[in-house]
């Protein structure tokens, strides 16, 4: 997945048990790798944020597994 934010800010939570993270704003490219866990939040309570997302399937938002952030390693 690849995502380009117009507007605003995020925090990228990701790999094993989510622990990894990195902010993005504005101007921002972001990678996803296939298979790779993540949760991403916006950083603002009163702020949207705006992005295009390009996926490689269509039906991809379909196969969404929850993800456990406390399972076992």
Known sequence: MIL???E????HEFG???KQAIE????????IKP???HEVFNMSDIEPVVAFVARSSA???DNIIPY???QPK
């Open 4 to 6: 380009y934010i117009i």
């Open 8 to 11: 605003g800010k995020v925090r």
């Open 16 to 18: 094993p048990g989510l």
């Open 24 to 31: 993005n704003e504005a101007g921002d490219f972001i990678y």
């Open 35 to 37: 298979g790779v866990p």
């Open 59 to 61: 039906d991809e938002w």
């Open 68 to 70: 456990d952030r406390n």
